[in-house]
Structures are given as structure tokens and as C-alpha cells.
């Protein structure tokens, strides 16, 4: 297990579409354990394949608890709107407000292809449409008008508070 160099926008891949997953064996399993410590690293909420360079319909995504391993997902229902700040391990330090779904139902195989459904809602919700975009070549900042500064985002903070 390693952690792994997190491409970011400008890079190719980033832009290109996923393959579905066919092989379930060790090669999945090390990618797998690989993503999991990238994630970790990085102190992110989700990361996809295609982020550390390898063109596969492979995430994982945590909700600060656990974190969890979908291959060949796919959204299969969802509910509500929320708008909310989002960020990007590949677009690092840049922020913007995206509208995703409330609560969204996946499904997916896990690392031995065993098919699964899971439902996420809040920022699990937002972390699922994410990071499928990955697997589509598509980056959050297609979504916004405007991406925000971290100093932009300390001040939008304060004056909430």
C-alpha cells in the first residue's frame, strides 16, 4: 500500500472517460488499498481513479467514519437539492458552489465484484455525484460561475458566523 500522486486540472486524464472494471483481483485490490491511503493523505472526502492516473470506473469516498469502496458505480435514484461549497483534490485551493442532489442511491460491485446499493445524502450525496463526474471526465468546475479562494472562503465563514 501507497499513497499516490493526485493529477490535477490540466492533466489529460482528468478529462477522459473511465472503463468499467472486469478484472476483480489482486491489481483491483492494490488500487483499491492505494486510493484508501492516497485519501487519508490528502484529508479528502472522496477520490476517484482517474485522479491518480489510472482510467478505471473505480472511487472511494468516506464519511469521516468509514471509508467506503464502489467499483463500476453508477447513481440509480436520487432526491432533493442542496447548493453547497465544493472542492477538489485535483484542483487544489480553488472552491466553488455546486447544486447536487440531497440523497443519492448507488449502486456498485465491491473489490471481489460483489454488486451492492448504498444511500448517501448531505455530503455523502455530494461526494458520490463527484466523484462518478471523475469517472465521466468531468471536473466540479464545469458546474460553477465562479471558483473562491481558501482566504475567500475563510471570509464567506466568518461573516456566516
Known sequence: MSVRKIYVQGEEVLTKKAHPVTKFDHKLHILL????????????????????????????VSDGETITELVN????ATQGEQNGLEGCLSVPQKYGIVKRPQIVTVKAQDRNGYPFTMTGQDLLARAFCHEIDHLNGIL???????LFTPEEVQNMAEEEA
Open 33 to 60: 488499498d492505494d486510493m484508501k491511503d492516497t485519501l487519508i493523505k490528502a484529508e479528502g472526502a472522496g477520490l476517484a481513479a482517474p485522479q491518480v492516473g489510472i482510467l478505471r470506473r473505480v472511487i472511494v
Open 73 to 76: 458505480p453508477e447513481i440509480i
Open 140 to 146: 466540479y468546475t464545469e458546474y460553477v460561475d465562479r
